[in-house]
């Protein structure tokens, strides 16, 4: 029985670890998904192919190959972003942050949840209390750069209540408010169906057709894609 089970795990890996190696030119940026933690979260390490300036989108784990890719890569971590509090979106910021001493950004909206760990769930779904202060937060429209990309913040609430999303240039991180077939759950604390949908409808279905989603979980979409949906 164990053999069986360890084999099925080493499967796992293995198609798991095809996924790690899809790796996405646009010009001269760079998006590598790894996916990470028991949930299976979508952390993104986003970088400048010219000035190697990167982004870490939610980091729900740590694990060494992010640091083994950010360093053959010889790129400059500007920041960690995270588009909500959640536990499986922020496990992997402490040790990211003391590595690389780059500060964490967020949506203002989402500062409390993130100190909060009755919101972010991690004493329930980890075992640890786990609370992220941000170094510097951002409202609606703010913008920021990373190399020569620069990245908007959409304040998306739904999922929860201060999640939000980033969009550059036809390329948008969803966090957990967009996936390829649904949206996020709203059944968590501060969560609100009403506020998700409406979130969609007027920050995300507004930008083109052929932006490209990277969501918090499973296979990328386009908004055009997204649109087509019965929901
Ligand atoms: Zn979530």
Redesign the pocket.
């Known amino acids: 029985m164990d053999s069986i089970n360890a084999v099925r795990t080493e499967n796992r890996r293995d198609s798991i670890h095809a996924v790690h190696e899809i790796a996405e030119y646009w010009g001269n940026v760079m998006i590598q998904r790894f996916v990470v933690g028991a949930i299976q979260t979508n952390c993104y390490v986003f970088f400048d192919e010219v000035s190697k300036e990167a982004m870490i989108v939610d980091p729900g784990y740590f694990e060494e190959r992010i640091c083994t890719f950010i360093e053959e890569h010889q790129l400059k971590p500007k920041c960690i972003y995270l588009t ?1 509090c ?1 536990f ?2 922020i496990l992997g910021v402490k040790e990211l942050k003391k590595r690389y001493e780059i500060p964490v950004y967020s949506s203002a909206l989402e500062e409390m949840n993130l100190m909060n760990d009755a919101v972010n769930l991690s004493t329930y779904m980890s075992g640890e209390c786990v609370k992220i202060p941000c170094d510097k937060v951002f409202f609606e429209n703010d913008e920021f750069e990373i190399g020569a990309t620069c990245f908007r913040v959409l304040e998306t609430p739904g ?2 209540a201060g999640s939000s999303c980033l969009y550059a240039d036809k390329i948008l991180f969803s ?2 408010t967009m996936f390829c077939d649904t949206y ?1 759950r709203c059944d ?1 604390p501060t969560g609100n169906e009403r506020q998700i949908v409406q979130s969609i409808k007027t920050k995300l279905l507004t930008l083109r057709g052929d932006t490209i989603v990277y969501p ?1 979980h499973g296979e990328m979409t386009t908004i055009g894609e997204f649109a087509e949906l019965e929901l």
Do not use: A, F, K, R
Request: cysteine-free; glycine content about 28%.
């Open positions: 909500h959640h499986d979106h999922h929860t966090g957990d996020g968590l918090g």
